[in-house]
T-cell receptor, first 113, second 112 residues
Framework: KAGVTQTPRYLIKTRGQQVTLSCSPI?????VSWYQQTPGQGLQFLFE???????NKGNFPGRFSGRQFSNSRSEMNVSTLELGDSALYLC????????????FGPGTRLTVT | QKEVEQNSGPLSVPEGAIASLNCTYS??????FFWYRQYSGKSPELIMS????GDKEDGRFTAQLNKASQYVSLLIRDSQPSDSATYLC????????????FGKGTKLTVNP
């Protein structure tokens, strides 16, 4: 069974631009969660989607948004990029959202200059 | 404030020794606990999940959960250099905004 895939793997943007990241979960998984990982803050939860609905949201500004499609694929968008948004963005999929195991994709490394 | 705390390390053990990684969490209303391994430059990989008090063994790995004391640990027996990585503890908190909260990880180095 194929794992979680994320595109693109690397991205360089300048301040003020916006970016869209994509995630395809493991086949049959309906929940997708997004995380930001930085050396200082560790893994920070962004949001979770289940059956095209956002079920949960972390403590991030409104510049961070996401959505999920009917095939469970998910996208996250960051608008008006700031230098501090440079991070590894990870997507994780799970069968359901209630305490099930989450499996991570390889991540998208975003650099904002 | 729901928190997951880990000793940041680094933890250094000789090859063949037992590595012991610990994690405490701040909220009693938790049902699912996970250990992830993350190699440098890679994404986290799930290595153990535990849902009830006691021990759970999988090969060289043993997860231990004590809900009353709010801690979960991971033992790695016969440690190998390939076990050198950062180990992340994650707790699924129930109630309110349910979500998976990660500790900041413990860096383990296994010396040949």
């Amino acid at each position: 069974k194929a794992g979680v895939t994320q595109t693109p793997r690397y991205l360089i943007k300048t301040r003020g631009q916006q970016v869209t990241l994509s995630c395809s979960p493991i086949s049959g998984h309906r929940s997708v969660s997004w995380y930001q990982q930085t050396p200082g803050q560790g893994l920070q939860f962004l949001f979770e989607y289940f059956s095209e609905t956002q079920r949960n949201k972390g403590n991030f500004p409104g510049r961070f948004s996401g959505r999920q499609f009917s095939n469970s694929r998910s996208e996250m968008n960051v608008s008006t990029l700031e230098l501090g948004d440079s991070a590894l963005y990870l997507c994780a999929s799970s069968l359901d959202s209630r305490g099930y195991e989450q499996y991570f994709g390889p991540g998208t490394r975003l650099t904002v200059t | 404030q729901k928190e997951v705390e880990q000793n940041s390390g680094p933890l250094s053990v000789p090859e063949g020794a037992i590595a012991s990684l610990n994690c405490t969490y701040s909220d009693r209303v938790s049902q699912s606990f996970f250990w992830y391994r993350q190699y440098s430059g890679k994404s986290p990989e799930l290595i153990m999940s535990i849902y009830s008090n006691g021990d759970k063994e999988d090969g060289r790995f043993t997860a231990q959960l004590n809900k009353a004391s709010q801690y979960v640990s991971l033992l790695i027996r016969d440690s190998q250099p390939s076990d050198s990585a950062t180990y992340l503890c994650a707790v699924n908190f129930q109630g309110g905004s349910e979500k998976l909260v990660f500790g900041k990880g413990t860096k383990l180095t296994v010396n040949p």
